[in-house]
């Protein structure tokens, strides 16, 4: 295996692993209240994010 390749694909998990309990943790913190007309932009973001961490995973896996 390429060990410059090898190292990229740590940095990206570990980036992975950040982003999903960090920034997890971080957008529960300002979810609007659920009769809050923002219910709807905050549940796209939150999908947003996630899809991004999906993303992540895909790029560590390579």
Excluded at 3 to 29: C, D
Excluded at 34 to 57: G, N, P
Aim: one cysteine or more; glycine letters at 4%.
């Amino acid at each position: 295996m390429n060990i410059p390749v090898l190292i990229v694909a740590i940095i990206t998990l570990i980036s992975f692993m950040a982003h999903v309990f960090g920034g997890t943790r971080e957008t529960a913190a300002i979810a609007p209240k659920e009769d809050d007309r923002l219910v709807v932009s905050w549940v796209q973001e939150t999908c947003a994010f996630q899809m991004l961490a999906v993303y992540l995973l895909a790029l560590a896996r390579r």
